[in-house]
T-cell receptor, first 118, second 113 residues
Framework: ETGVTQTPRHLVMGMTNKKSLKCEQH?????MYWYKQSAKKPLELMFV???????ENNSVPSRFSPECPNSSHLFLHLHTLQPEDSALYLC?????????????????FGEGSRLTVL | KQEVTQIPAALSVPEGENLVLNCSFTDSAIYNLQWFRQDPGKGLTSLLLIQSSQREQTSGRLNASLDKSSGRSTLYIAASQPGDSATYLCAVRGYSSASKIIFGSGTRLSIRP
């Protein structure tokens, strides 16, 4: 496995379900991100973890709960979602600039998890 | 607050043409600028990364330029092919920790055979 891997690729859930999205990176990076992409909207940053600590949370509803157990894995736990939460959820990784000095800061994305909330 | 704009939102050109996609940003204090390609329903594929100290980067038929003073970047695609049809996004990273990456809304490119 190389790069950034997301599972599942497609998920359909009811509003009362609890599910999780998983992301794994094999690039040796120390920062991981969750983005939401809705139709005809720019990418929205949801969460950032750098060295497993959450460094930014852009006021995302509490029905989305991130977890980063180590620098290679990132989860997004979903519960009591709304139909407007249906979107493509993208995971990305990079090397954190301030913590590691010189690096390119290049961002790498997974293929995304397409979520449909009924 | 950094804002990134991509104009036009959509572009359709015949195969074989050279074309330029535009990206503008409001705050010139950037660490780097990255161009991505996204096919429908897929993730983003990194095309080119330009560090703030660089003027341009090239990869095959793609050339990206950066002019920080004017807050602009262009992505030049030579000899366009139908396989180049996709949405192209630019993203700007500021001088801070991992989080300050701002995306444009993208340009949806269609290459007509």
């Amino acid at each position: 496995e190389t790069g950034v891997t997301q599972t599942p690729r497609h998920l359909v859930m009811g509003m009362t379900n609890k599910k999780s999205l998983k992301c794994e990176q094999h690039l040796g990076h120390n920062a991981m991100y969750w983005y939401k992409q809705s139709a005809k909207k720019p990418l929205e940053l949801m969460f950032v973890y750098s060295l497993e600590e959450r460094v930014e949370n852009n006021s995302v509803p509490s029905r989305f709960s991130p977890e980063c157990p180590n620098s290679s894995h990132l989860f997004l736990h979903l519960h009591t979602l709304q139909p407007e939460d249906s979107a493509l959820y993208l995971c990305a990784s990079s090397q954190d600039l301030l913590r590691t000095g010189t690096n390119t800061g290049e961002l790498f994305f997974g293929e995304g998890s397409r979520l449909t909330v009924l | 607050k950094q804002e990134v704009t991509q104009i036009p939102a959509a572009l359709s050109v015949p195969e074989g043409e050279n074309l330029v996609l535009n990206c503008s940003f409001t705050d010139s204090a950037i660490y780097n600028l990255q161009w991505f390609r996204q096919d429908p329903g897929k993730g983003l594929t990194s095309l080119l990364l330009i560090q703030s100290s660089q003027r341009e980067q090239t990869s095959g038929r793609l050339n990206a330029s950066l002019d920080k003073s004017s807050g602009r970047s262009t992505l030049y695609i030579a000899a366009s092919q139908p396989g180049d049809s996709a949405t192209y996004l630019c993203a700007v990273r500021g001088y801070s920790s991992a989080s300050k990456i701002i995306f444009g809304s993208g340009t949806r490119l269609s290459i007509r055979p």
